[in-house]
C-alpha cells in the first residue's frame, strides 16, 4: 500500500479547492474536501490493517519517496514511515480529521462559497500537512509537517481576517510557534552534529549503544530543546499563550487542529523519540514538572472563564500537561494512550460547543447561555458524555487513559507530581460541569452580560450576522443539522468506547495498545533482542511475550492500581459534585465564593497576566531594541548607510567624470591629438 | 631630385596645416576641407616612402585612403547639410547638445 497517498489525497483536495474552490458551488468544495479526507482514511485503514499482519519484530512499513538531500555522506531521503505509534495516529488524524470535516460542511454554510472554498481547502492542507508529521521517518520530513501545520494553524486561526483580534491572534500563535520551533531546530542540528544523521531508527540505534556517561551533555541538550519546541507546538508553559487565543478561528478548527491533532504534536515528537527521552533523566524531569504544572495550572483559569471555547482552550492545555506528564515519567504508552482518547472527547466537546454556538447565532459567553438541554437535546447528551469522559468517570475513555497517567506517574515514585494530577483531575470535572451546567441546565439567560460579549471578541460575531441571527434570537433553537449531529455521535461512541484498547491488566484487560505500542518506543536491538524467544513460539502469543515478563511487576502494583482507579473515580465525582454544589444547587454560593476570593478571581479571570507579563518582559523591549536601536540605528545608519553611502560615492565621482563630456567637437579633436602626440611621444624618445 | 626628407617635411608641414585649420577654423565646410589636407598629407608621405624603398604597397594604400576620403567626405557633407537645415549655422560650438 501506497503510504505516499495518505498525506496526497488531502493535498489533492487542498490544490482543487484552493485553485478552482472560488467558482465551486458549496456541495460541490465540500464533497471535495470530505472525500479527499475518507479516502485518506481509508488508504490509512488498510495500511494500519497490513502493518498489523507483520510480525511484531518487524513492524514498520517504510516507503522512500525520493532522495531529497544527498551531500558528503550525509543523506536525508523524503522517508514516510508506518510504525505502530503513527498508525495510530493516522487513523486519529484522517478519522477524527474526515468527521470534522463533514461537521464543518454544515456549520461553515453560511460562509459565501469562495470563503467556503478557501475554509476547506486550508483544512485539507492542514490534515495533509499532519499526516507528513506523523509519517516522516527522519527530522527533516517531520519538521516540513511540523511547519506546515504551523502555517495552516495561523491560516485557520486568522480565517476571520477581517476582524482585528483573529489576525492578531492568528500572529501571535505564529510567533509564539516561531520561538518554539528555534529550539526544535536546534535540538535537531544538535542531533545532527553528535550522529551524523537525521533519522529517527538510527538515531534512536546510536543513541542506545551509548554508555551512560556519554549520554549526559549534548543528548540532554538536544533533548531539551527538542522538549522547547514541543512546548511551542503543544501549548506547555511557557508557551501556551497562544492556544486560548486561537480560539478566534472556526469552531471545527479548534476541534480538528487545537485540541485533537496539532497540538498533540509535541507529544506525538517526544513519543517518537522515546529511546532517546528515556537516556536522559534530567529532560524527562523537566517534561514532567512542566506538564502537571501546566496541567494545574491551565486548570485554574479554566475555572473561571466565561467564554465557551476558551473553557475548552484551557482545558486542551491542561489535558496536554497530562500527556507531557505521563511522557517526563517515562509512560510513554500511558501518554499516547491519553493523547489518542482526548482527541475524541475533546474534538466532540468542541463540535458540541460547536453547536451551542451555532444555534445561539455566535453567543460563546456562558453566561448567557443555560437551559438549553430541551431545545439541544442532542448536542446536550454529546457534550455531556463528552464532559464524563474528559472528567474521567470510571468506564468512559477519559477514565483509562488518565488513571494510567496517574498510577504511572504514582508507581514511578513522582508522589507530588501525582498529587498535582489529581487536584487537576478534580478542577478538570469542576470547571467541565460548570460548563455543563451553565450552559444547559437552568433558565435561558438573554444576554445578561453584554458587555462581556463586546469585550470578548467572538469568532462568530464578523460574519455570521445574516444567516445565524435569523434564527439565532428566535426561542426556537435547532438543533445540530444531520451532518454535526453525525459527527457529534460518531465521536460520542469514541469517547465512550475508544478507551477499552487501553483496558489495564487491573481490570482484566491486557492494555493492547501498550503492546501494540512498544516496538515505537523502545530501542530497535531491545525489542528484538526481547522479542527473539517469542518468534518462536506460535502467532497469537506474540504479542503476550512482553505482557508476560511484566505480569510479576503489575500483579504486585494492580491493587494499588485498583485503589488509585477508585480515588480517582471519587475525585472526578466529586469534582463534578462540587460544579453541581455551586451552580445548581445555589448558584448564589458561587457568587458568594467568588466575591470572598475576589482578588484571586480577578488574577485567574485575567489568566494570571501571563500575557500582560510576556507583553512587559519581552514584546516590549523587543519593540524598543528594535525601533530605536535596531530601526533607527542599525538598519537606517549601518545597512542603508553603506548602501546610500555606495551609491553617492559613485555618484560624486561621476559627476566629475561627466565634466569632461563637454559635447564640443574640437574639444573632443584636441584630446584625440593630444593622446596620438603622446602614443607617439613615448615611442619616439622611449 | 628631392630627397626621401624634402618630401616627409612637405608632408608634416601639410599635416600642421590641415591639423591648426581643424583647430582654428569655424566652419563646418572649412574643417572638413582641412581634414582632407592631413589625409593628402599622410598620402604624399606613403608614395614617398614607396618610391624611396621601391615596393608597390606604399601606392596601394594610397588609393584605399583616397577610396575612404572619398566616402568620407560625402557622409561629411550629408551630415553638414543636415546640420545647417536644422540650426542655419555651421559653427561647430553651436553643436554642443550631446554632452552631460
Known amino acids: ?686 | 631630385m628631392p630627397s626621401l626628407n624634402d618630401y616627409l617635411i612637405l608632408s608634416a608641414v601639410l599635416f600642421t596645416i590641415g591639423t591648426a585649420g581643424v583647430f582654428v577654423r569655424r566652419n563646418l565646410i572649412t574643417i572638413l576641407l582641412s581634414i582632407e589636407i592631413m589625409l593628402n598629407a599622410v598620402n604624399l608621405s606613403f608614395v614617398a616612402f614607396g618610391r624611396a624603398f621601391g615596393t608597390i604597397e606604399g601606392q596601394i594604400i594610397v588609393f584605399f585612403v583616397m577610396t575612404v576620403a572619398a566616402a568620407e567626405a560625402a557622409v561629411g557633407l550629408a551630415i553638414v547639410i543636415a546640420l545647417f537645415r536644422h540650426r542655419e549655422s555651421l559653427n561647430p560650438d553651436a553643436f554642443t547638445a550631446l554632452k552631460w
Not at chain 1, 511557557?238 to 480560539?247: C, G, I, K, N
Not at chain 1, 529532560?283 to 504544572?293: E, H, P, Q, Y
Not at chain 1, 458561587?590 to 475576589?598: G, H, I, K, N, T
Open chain 1, 1 to 686: 500500500m501506497m503510504l505516499l497517498l495518505i498525506p496526497l489525497f488531502p493535498f489533492l483536495g487542498f490544490l482543487v479547492n484552493a485553485s478552482i474552490g472560488r467558482r465551486l458551488s458549496k456541495s460541490v468544495a465540500g464533497l471535495v474536501a470530505v472525500a479527499a479526507m475518507v479516502a485518506s482514511f481509508a488508504v490509512a485503514l488498510t495500511s494500519v490493517i497490513q502493518l498489523a499482519g507483520l510480525p511484531v519484530e518487524s513492524r514498520a512499513i517504510v516507503q522512500t519517496v525520493f532522495t531529497w538531500i544527498s551531500s558528503g555522506n550525509f543523506t536525508a531521503d523524503f522517508t514516510l514511515r508506518a510504525d505502530p505509534l503513527s498508525a495510530l495516529m493516522i487513523l486519529v488524524i484522517t478519522g477524527i480529521g474526515s468527521l470534522i470535516h463533514i461537521y464543518s460542511t454544515s456549520y461553515m454554510h453560511e460562509e459565501p462559497d469562495s470563503e467556503y472554498a478557501r475554509y476547506f481547502s486550508y483544512l485539507n492542507l492542514f490534515a495533509s500537512f499532519m499526516l507528513i508529521l506523523v509519517l516522516g521517518s527522519n527530522f527533516l520530513v517531520m519538521f516540513v509537517g511540523w511547519e506546515g501545520v504551523g502555517l495552516c494553524s495561523y491560516l485557520l486561526i486568522g480565517f476571520y481576517y477581517v476582524k482585528q483580534s483573529a489576525s492578531d491572534a492568528g500572529k501571535k500563535a505564529f510567533i509564539v510557534n516561531r520561538v518554539g520551533d528555534f529550539g526544535f531546530v536546534l535540538g535537531v542540528l544538535t542531533l545532527f552534529v553528535r550522529f551524523g544523521t537525521v533519522d529517527f531508527q538510527q538515531i534512536a540505534h546510536a543513541a542506545s549503544a551509548l554508555s551512560p556517561e556519554a549520554t549526559f551533555g549534548t543528548l540532554t541538550m538536544a533533548t531539551m530543546l527538542l522538549f522547547v519546541g514541543a512546548t511551542g507546538k503543544s501549548a506547555q508553559i511557557p508557551l501556551y499563550v497562544w492556544l486560548p487565543d486561537a480560539m478566534e478561528g472556526p469552531t471545527p478548527v479548534s476541534a480538528l487542529i487545537h485540541a485533537a491533532t496539532m497540538v498533540t504534536a509535541g507529544v506525538y515528537m517526544i513519543g517518537r523519540n522515546a529511546v532517546l527521552f528515556s537516556l536522559t533523566p534530567d529532560t524527562l524531569m523537566v517534561v514532567a514538572v512542566i506538564g502537571a504544572a501546566t496541567a494545574f495550572f491551565a486548570g485554574t483559569i479554566g475555572l473561571v472563564q466565561n467564554d465557551i471555547k476558551r473553557v475548552l482552550a484551557y482545558s486542551t492545555v491542561s489535558q496536554l500537561g497530562y500527556m507531557f506528564l505521563a511522557m517526563g515519567v517515562g509512560a510513554y504508552s500511558a501518554g499516547i494512550f491519553h493523547l489518542y482518547t482526548h482527541a475524541f472527547f475533546k474534538a466532540l466537546l468542541f463540535l458540541g460547543s460547536g453547536a451551542v454556538i451555532h444555534a445561539l447565532g455566535g453567543e460563546q459567553d456562558i453566561r448567557n447561555m443555560g437551559g438549553l438541554k430541551d431545545k439541544l437535546p442532542i448536542t446536550y447528551i454529546t457534550f455531556l458524555i463528552g464532559s464524563l469522559a474528559i472528567a474521567g468517570v470510571p468506564l468512559l475513555s477519559g477514565f483509562f487513559s488518565k488513571d494510567e497517567i496517574l498510577f504511572k506517574t504514582f508507581s514511578s515514585g513522582h508522589t507530588i507530581l501525582w498529587v498535582v494530577g489529581m487536584l487537576t483531575s478534580l478542577m478538570t470535572a469542576t470547571y467541565m460541569f460548570r460548563l455543563v451546567f451553565l450552559t444547559f441546565w437552568g433558565e435561558r439567560r438573554h444576554a445578561v452580560v453584554a458587555a462581556g460579549h463586546d469585550a470578548h471578541g467572538h469568532g462568530h460575531d464578523a460574519h455570521g450576522h445574516g444567516g445565524h441571527d435569523a434564527h439565532g434570537h428566535g426561542d426556537h433553537l435547532h438543533d445540530a443539522p444531520k451532518p454535526m449531529a453525525f459527527a457529534l455521535i460518531a465521536l460520542t461512541v469514541g469517547s465512550i468506547f475508544a478507551g477499552y484498547i487501553g483496558l489495564p491488566h487491573a481490570l482484566g484487560g491486557s492494555n493492547r495498545l501498550e503492546n501494540w505500542l512498544e516496538p515505537s518506543l523502545t530501542a530497535p536491538h531491545v525489542v528484538s533482542a526481547q522479542l527473539a524467544p517469542a518468534t518462536m513460539e506460535p502467532t497469537p502469543s506474540t504479542e503476550a511475550a512482553p505482557a508476560a515478563q511484566e505480569s510479576h511487576a503489575e500483579e504486585a502494583g494492580a491493587g494499588v492500581e485498583l485503589g488509585l482507579m477508585g480515588l480517582s473515580s471519587l475525585v472526578a465525582l466529586s469534582g463534578i459534585g462540587l460544579a453541581w454544589f455551586f451552580f445548581v444547587a445555589d448558584p448564589k454560593r458561587s457568587d458568594a465564593v467568588a466575591e470572598s476570593f475576589s482578588g484571586l478571581r480577578t488574577v485567574l479571570l485575567n489568566k494570571y497576566y501571563v500575557d500582560e507579563a510576556y507583553n512587559v518582559v519581552i514584546v516590549q523591549p523587543l519593540k524598543a531594541t528594535s525601533d530605536v536601536f535596531l530601526w533607527k540605528v542599525v538598519d537606517a545608519g549601518g545597512i542603508d548607510g553603506v548602501v546610500n553611502g555606495t551609491a553617492e560615492s559613485v555618484g560624486g565621482l561621476a559627476a566629475l567624470l561627466r565634466r569632461v563630456q563637454t559635447g564640443s567637437v574640437r574639444a573632443y579633436a584636441a584630446s584625440l591629438l593630444l593622446g596620438a602626440v603622446l602614443v607617439f611621444g613615448y615611442y619616439l624618445w622611449r
